[in-house]
């Protein structure tokens, strides 16, 4: 059972806008900043999103985060093949003292 | 450029503990949270601890006290033990490095240890 919930998988064809949920509470989302990464098998996760909706330099800007009280959403926009993945939240949590992942959500280019 | 590289058997039994060893190059370790991330098969990632300023460690309850994470900063390497291993331990083991808001901006390219009976 995650800290942090997510939807398990989220799809949408070429083009569409995808949006990927994660829940908290008052003891993480709701106190810190959140941050999400992209996963392919087989590689490192990769940074998408720091700091609730700030890009690294390299990802693309049809990639945009948001925090609202304690939920966070990442969008997709202009989805494309290579958007295949699976895409986790992480935020800071007062009560593990550390690091709360999200359960993960694969995202399917139909 | 920070590289980390994890090292360590990818193969172990029930019941003994595993050793894995993050060797970083690029950074003196002097500040940011060494981490420890697993992902079991099929499942998703979960932060099993980190050490800071060489010394502070912290521990995710999950593991009900059974991983340790020390760092050898002269030596630019940091190390996670778990005992008392079982097959819920198999998992894609990566070493990483981040701030303490969840921010992990390098990670290794992750060790996949499995657990024998």
Redesign the interface.
Known sequence: QSVLTQPPSASGTPGQRVTISCSGSSSNIGSHTVNWYQHLPGTAPKLLIYSNSHRPSGVPDRLSGSKSGTSASLAISRLQSEDEADYYCVTWDDSLNGWAFGGGTKVTVL | QVQLQESGPGLVKASETLSLTCTVSGDSMSSFYW?W?RQPPGK????I??IYYGVNT????SLKSRATISADTSRNVFSLRVISLTAADTAVY?CAR?I??????Y????RLVTVSS
């Open positions: 981490s991330i998703g990632l979960e932060w601890g980190h912290f521990y995710n309850p990566y981040g303490y808001d969840g921010q992990i901006d990670w290794g390219q992750g």
